[in-house]
């Protein structure tokens, strides 16, 4: 099941209501709930240059660890609408074709180097990048390197060049490298490496290989966590079979492809639409006739129903909670020993899915972002006071915007505060302590097998 996440919010990932110190949007957009819109969002197909607040800090504050878990690039799609001809994309790198990227091909010419890299496992046996002529199945394509080069060069000029996170002579002990089993993450997180790193050097790249798309690691045994997966699926079930329209679009579609409606259903069929619509191909047609922009509307209008009556059931939440735990308390285990002086892993990249995202999204509280888009990144600045060298800060940003304000252990301090940031024990103690309250445990283990209030 496909599980879509979240509340609308402006394009660049802001809440309107955000504090003033955030760039304001001077561009006037449709209504949320425009499903073309929405889905044009979600395509982020490289454009004009992004702005980001990445970095922005009082001038006596240092950076010293910067924490990334981003979502892969452009892919093709997981399903086949059957008995139609696959969307016909090219999945060869070709730097002359847009969307391009100045540094495509020497990308694609360092990436056919890469033998003295060590990565985990059956990471090695995978593709350093794109190369079918016809994409395959989940393939990265073109727009997904381009989406993530332009990550890592913006990165770079926030975090190297201007907040000197990495020296020129950086070592491997440095980074944190982190990625699903899936080509497409690997290539996504080698595109960001190869932008934003001073000098990519294979020999200090060391990928170690997540089996869980939930990163869970050692800690995934968590019956509770399955159980709200259920219910959130039964939920999202019910309110499918409820909607008519949606219904008679399913019946239309499977008639023009001469299947039953369940098969059809079954096919998942806005991934693949979404395919078509965020390359410009035309929906596919049969002697029977086209599925058009009709059918893709209220397919995609009824996942932001589903978004927002997951926001109010809180199944989803409740999920996301013993989802993200392992990898949130990771992340806080890793900023607390940077915070007491390590110099190790001050940089830290996870390469992950829709699926990371979301529940990390949800967990944290940042109710207002949207479902992460193609190439969407979530940030973890970790900030030292210059004046008070014991005390560190955290900043929380989606997609270039401040969200640390949204999150739910720090959305009152702004108001008792003149600093742009969150005290990092605030987020120790959400991670550590406060995420169980709503089951009444005290721990992740005892959460995962008690069911909450």
């Known amino acids: 099941v496909h599980l879509i996440p979240v509340n609308p919010v402006r394009e660049d990932g802001l809440n309107p209501k955000s504090r003033k110190r955030i760039m304001p949007d001077l561009l006037t957009e449709p209504p949320a709930i425009d499903p073309v819109y929405e889905a044009h969002v979600y395509c982020n197909i490289p454009s004009i240059a992004e702005r980001s607040m990445e970095g922005h800090a009082p001038h006596y504050f240092k950076l010293v660890s910067v924490q990334v878990l981003i979502r892969h690039g452009d892919r093709y799609p997981l399903y086949a609408i059957p008995k139609t001809k696959r969307p016909d994309i090219d999945c060869m790198l070709v730097p002359s074709r847009k969307p391009s990227h100045p540094q495509l091909e020497a990308f694609i010419k360092h990436m056919s180097k890469g033998s003295a890299a060590q990565m985990d496992g059956s990471l090695s046996s995978l593709p350093r990048f794109p190369s079918h002529s016809l994409c395959e199945m989940g393939e990265l394509t ?30 491997a002990k440095q980074l944190y490298l982190e990625t699903t089993g899936k080509s497409r993450t690997l290539q996504s ?37 399955n159980h709200y997966l259920e219910e959130e699926q039964r939920r999202q079930y019910s309110l499918r079979v ?17 299947i039953p409606t369940r098969q059809l259903r079954a096919s998942n069929p806005i991934d693949s639409l979404l395919c078509y619509f965020c390359h ?28 927002r009556e997951r926001q109010e059931k809180k199944l989803y939440f409740l999920y996301a909670l013993l989802a993200t735990h392992p990898l949130l308390n990771q992340t806080v285990h890793r900023l607390q020993r940077i915070a007491e002086g390590k110099k190790e892993e001050v940089f830290v990249l996870y390469s992950a899915h829709d699926v ?14 949207r479902f992460p888009r193609f190439a969407a990144r979530l ?45 990092l024990e605030k987020f120790v103690n959400f991670v550590r302590r406060d995420m169980f309250l709503i089951f009444n445990s005290t721990s992740y283990y005892d959460a995962c097998r008690r069911r909450a209030l």
């Open 142 to 171: 073109q727009t997904g390197v381009v989406q993530h080069l332009r990550n890592g060069q913006l990165l770079r000029e926030i975090y190297i060049n201007k907040h000197k996170l990495l020296p020129g002579d950086w070592t």
């Open 189 to 225: 997180a080698l595109a960001l490496l190869y932008t934003f790193l001073p000098d990519f050097d294979w020999k200090k790249i060391n990928m170690r290989h997540q089996w869980s798309t939930i990163f869970c690691s050692g800690s995934c045994d968590c019956p509770m966590r």
């Open 242 to 258: 409820k909607n008519n329209d949606l219904e008679k679009i399913y019946v239309d579609m499977a008639k023009i492809v001469g």
């Open 280 to 307: 410009n191909v035309s929906f596919p047609c049969t002697k029977t006739g086209c599925i058009g922009m009709e059918h893709f509307k209220v397919i995609k209008r009824h996942q932001l129903e589903d978004e």
């Open 356 to 369: 990371t995202l979301s529940p990390v999204l949800s967990a944290l509280g940042i109710t207002e972002a």
């Open 379 to 423: 940030v973890f600045e970790l900030w030292q006071d210059g004046k008070r060298p014991k005390e560190h800060f955290i900043r929380i940003l989606y997609n270039g915007a401040d969200v640390t304000f949204q999150t739910s252990f720090c959305k009152d301090h702004y108001k008792r505060s003149s600093k742009p940031m969150c005290p």
